[in-house]
């Protein structure tokens, strides 16, 4: 299929909301052969919502593959992944190299504590060793905010962020659109609630963009200290309590203090948070009766989130962690040139 060049994405927020409004009306949908997708997958903001939504259909039908007996398929034969990770991981990382594994891919992971830059090498002169291999695809997640979008200027191999500081996390927003889309049969005219660290969550920015971008309504939730200024300019509706938040939501998703971002320091203690913000069976209970919960990982149980809501039957955070190695199936299949309306025949 054809590739599209697109620019990278700044790493700030957008001064307005049209990054986030420019679809959600299936009536004018291109054909899945007419959409061409981008070199890279820096973040959401770059995408547009078709370009979503083919993500989205791509990852149904790995998400069918990868519930046959036997899962590979030789779609990435020959091609290369590298994963580098320089910060902690279990569900990314771990999803990224199944998703490879499963497509045939030869992949290679590297985590900081194992690569040179702990001897000081810089994260350019790393990318460029490890392009001097001829690597087809990088996958990076870095504390930095905008290193996705940095290496996809200096490296010819086709990048993908995998989660830049309080940035952007673009696999995630699509695997949360994935879920909500199986679990409800479309994200178009959902009103959906996200609570907690807004302010330094890269999960956070990159949900608003995405959901937006395919009709969905987003409020956020936060108290001050925690909601960044700039929220409402995404066209969000900010609440600084949960409740009023909750009421008639068909989505609500949990975000974690970030801690090693700062987050912690502006609350008085975890306890008094979860009195103010965790969310209970009581408070769900303000939404609609067939809400689904959602949270990214890792859960703070007792924090942002009661264990029996997390493991309750309206829970669908299992059901993300296993759409989200479809979507990064899908994601490095598309980056890899293939060809979105003959996935099965990759089978």
């Known amino acids: 299929m054809g590739v599209t060049t697109m620019d990278p994405t700044t790493t700030t927020l957008p001064d307005d909301a049209t990054a986030a409004s420019d679809g959600g009306s299936a009536a004018s949908e291109p054909a899945a052969e007419d959409v061409t997708f981008p070199e890279n997958l820096v973040g959401i903001r770059t995408l547009e919502a078709d370009q979503i939504r083919l993500v989205l259909d791509t990852a149904e039908h790995f998400r069918a593959i990868s519930e046959r007996p036997i899962k ?16 902690p991981s279990t569900r990314t990382r771990t999803s990224f190299e199944i998703a490879g594994k499963r497509l045939s891919a030869d992949v290679q992971s590297i985590s900081a504590s194992t690569s040179s ?9 790393t990318a460029r060793n490890i392009e001097a291999m001829l690597p087809d695809i990088l996958v ?36 949360d659109a994935l879920t909500i889309q199986r679990s409800k049969g479309t994200v178009a005219g959902l009103r959906v609630v996200i609570v907690g660290d807004i302010g330094h969550s890269r999960v956070a920015r990159s949900n608003i963009l995405c959901l937006r971008k395919l009709g969905a309504e987003v409020a956020v939730a936060a108290p001050p200290t925690l909601m960044p200024a700039e929220a409402e300019a995404l066209g969000v509706t900010v609440h600084h309590r949960i409740e009023p938040a909750l009421e008639g939501a068909d989505v609500v998703m ?20 979860f009195k103010l913000f965790g969310l209970t069976e009581r408070r769900l209970g303000l939404a609609r ?3 689904i919960v959602m949270h990214p990982g890792p859960m703070n149980r007792g924090v942002e989130i009661a264990s029996d809501v997390a493991d309750g039957p309206r829970s669908v955070i299992l059901e993300q962690v ?18 979105p309306t003959n996935v099965e025949s990759t089978a």
């Open 72 to 87: 590979k398929v030789p779609a990435l034969r020959g091609k290369t992944v590298v994963n580098l990770f320089f910060e």
């Open 117 to 125: 830059v702990v001897k000081g090498e810089t994260l350019l002169d």
């Open 140 to 175: 990076i997640r870095h504390a930095s905010a905008g290193a996705a979008d940095f290496l996809a200027k200096h490296c010819s191999a086709a990048v993908v962020n995998a989660g830049d500081g309080a940035h952007e996390h673009p696999t995630q927003a699509l695997l």
């Open 254 to 273: 949990m975000l974690r203090i970030q801690v090693e971002r700062g987050g912690k320091l502006n609350v008085p203690s975890t306890a008094e948070y």
């Open 289 to 291: 009766d067939d809400a």
């Open 322 to 339: 296993t759409n989200g190695l479809a979507v990064r199936m899908a994601i490095l299949y598309l980056l890899a040139g293939g060809n």
